[in-house]
């Protein structure tokens, strides 16, 4: 494996071993959860195959279920995230042209094109994860309040963790 492989592994490891051990115990209220690991999905570099993204999203998320006790939430959001993010992260991160980005960040990508990416699909994330949590729409406004609440604190720490822990680069 090269470098590059390992650095990938080692921020799935990292923001796992953050999701796992500290973001599963705190309380926020009622509508917010974060869950930073999404993150690990989002950078994955903008080449990658379909079948080993939507592997790696599916098993990332089922992942998290086990060690949750859930009934597959995790795995069912994160897999249809990265369907979505094979359908956006050429539109959005690359505009179009076809240029491969190694490791999708508010570093490598204009800050505003990486936050409108990270935005979409962690919102598609919470929205899903919280609609089938309730199975079904009864109390879309709570859905609705916990994926904006969700939605916006995910962010904030997805920036503040690139902040933190990647290197800046060139844009």
Not at 21 to 36: A, D, E, I, K, R
Not at 144 to 159: D, E, M, N, P, Q
Request: glycine share 6%.
């Amino acid at each position: 494996m090269n470098k590059k492989t390992w650095r990938i592994i080692g921020r799935f490891a990292l923001l796992l071993l953050i999701q796992l051990l500290v973001l599963n115990h705190v309380f926020l209220g009622g509508y917010t959860f974060p869950m930073l690991y999404l993150l690990a999905i989002l950078m994955l570099p903008t080449n990658m195959k379909r079948i080993p993204l939507l592997l790696i999203a599916f098993g990332t998320g089922l992942l998290v279920d086990v060690m949750n006790n859930m009934l597959g939430f995790h795995a069912l959001a994160c897999t249809v995230v990265a369907m979505m993010r094979i359908l956006f992260a050429d539109r959005i991160l690359t505009r179009g042209e076809p240029t491969a980005i190694d490791r999708p960040s508010i570093y490598s990508v204009s800050p505003q094109y990486f936050i409108s990416y990270m935005l979409i699909l962690v919102a598609s994330f919470y929205l899903i994860f919280f609609t089938v949590e309730l199975f079904g729409f009864r109390s879309f406004g709570s859905v609705l309040l916990a994926t904006i609440f969700s939605t916006v604190v995910t962010s904030l720490l997805a920036v503040l963790y690139q902040f933190i822990f990647l290197k800046k680069e060139t844009i």
